[in-house]
T-cell receptor, first 111, second 117 residues
Framework: DAKTTQPNSMESNEEEPVHLPCNHS???????IHWYRQLPSQGPEYVIH???SNVNNRMASLAIAEDRKSSTLILHRATLRDAAVYYC????????????FGGGTRLMVKP | DTAVSQTPKYLVTQMGNDKSIKCEQN?????MYWYKQDSKKFLKIMFS???????INETVPNRFSPKSPDKAHLNLHINSLELGDSAVYFC????????????????FGPGTRLTVL
C-alpha cells in the first residue's frame, strides 16, 4: 500500500506562512495527492489535491516535487482557526474514492 | 444547509446493548462511508457503500452492519456493544465510489461520540 509520512506536529505563529511536508515515496504515476484537515471536534474536510503540477485554491497551495515523492501544503497566512490535524493522503488509482488516513500533522498556531 | 448530518452527536450505552447511528446526506451523492476514529485519533475506513456494492474493511467485526434505506441515508447498526467500540464514528459521502474525477472528494459529517460503559 502506498503510504505517506508526515511530522507528528508543527507550530506556527499567527499571520505567518506554514509549510506542511509530506513524503510519499511509493506513489505511482496515477495516484492523486489529497490533503484533508480535521478541526477540533469536527469531521475532516477537504483542503486541496493535485497530481503533478502545483495547485492553488482559496484555502491553500500545494507544491508537488518533480519526482512526486513528496509534497508540501502551504498555508500562506496562518490564523488561529487553521489549528487542526492535517492529513496527506494518496488517492490510489486502483481504489476509487477509498481514502486511507495516516497520523497527520497537528498544527498549532500561536497568537 | 448541513451537507452530511449524523444523529445522535453523543451516545452513551452499556456493554451488550444494540445501538444505531444515523447518517443523511443532501448532496445527491451515490456513495457513503463510515469511519471509526479511536482514542489515538487514527481514522479508519469501515465501510463504503453505493446502491450496488458494499465494501467492508476486513478488520470490522460482523457486529457492525450498515443499512441503507435509500441513497441519501446510511445507518450504522452495532450489536452486542463492547468496550473497545468506544470511539468517534464519522459518516462521509462522495459522488461515486469509482469516480476517476480528481475533483471527487469526500464530505464528512460532524461525528458521533460513542461511549460504551
Amino acid at each position: 500500500d502506498a503510504k505517506t509520512t508526515q511530522p507528528n506536529s508543527m507550530e506556527s505563529n499567527e499571520e505567518e506562512p506554514v509549510h506542511l511536508p509530506c513524503n510519499h515515496s511509493t506513489i505511482s504515476g496515477t495516484d492523486y495527492i489529497h490533503w484533508y484537515r480535521q478541526l477540533p471536534s469536527q469531521g475532516p474536510e477537504y483542503v486541496i489535491h493535485g497530481l503533478t503540477s502545483n495547485v492553488n485554491n482559496r484555502m491553500a497551495s500545494l507544491a508537488i516535487a518533480e519526482d512526486r515523492k513528496s509534497s508540501t501544503l502551504i498555508l500562506h497566512r496562518a490564523t488561529l482557526r487553521d489549528a487542526a490535524v492535517y492529513y496527506c493522503i494518496l488517492r490510489l488509482s486502483n481504489a476509487g474514492n477509498m481514502l486511507t488516513f495516516g497520523g497527520g500533522t497537528r498544527l498549532m498556531v500561536k497568537p | 444547509d448541513t451537507a452530511v448530518s449524523q444523529t445522535p452527536k453523543y451516545l452513551v450505552t452499556q456493554m451488550g446493548n444494540d445501538k444505531s447511528i444515523k447518517c443523511e446526506q443532501n448532496l445527491g451523492h451515490d456513495t457513503m462511508y463510515w469511519y471509526k476514529q479511536d482514542s489515538k485519533k487514527f481514522l479508519k475506513i469501515m465501510f463504503s457503500y453505493n446502491n450496488k456494492e458494499l465494501i467492508i474493511n476486513e478488520t470490522v467485526p460482523n457486529r457492525f452492519s450498515p443499512k441503507s434505506p435509500d441513497k441519501a441515508h446510511l445507518n450504522l447498526h452495532i450489536n452486542s456493544l463492547e468496550l473497545g467500540d468506544s470511539a468517534v464514528y464519522f459518516c462521509a459521502s462522495s459522488q461515486d465510489l469509482y469516480s476517476t474525477a480528481s475533483t471527487d472528494t469526500q464530505y464528512f459529517g460532524p461525528g458521533t461520540r460513542l461511549t460504551v460503559l
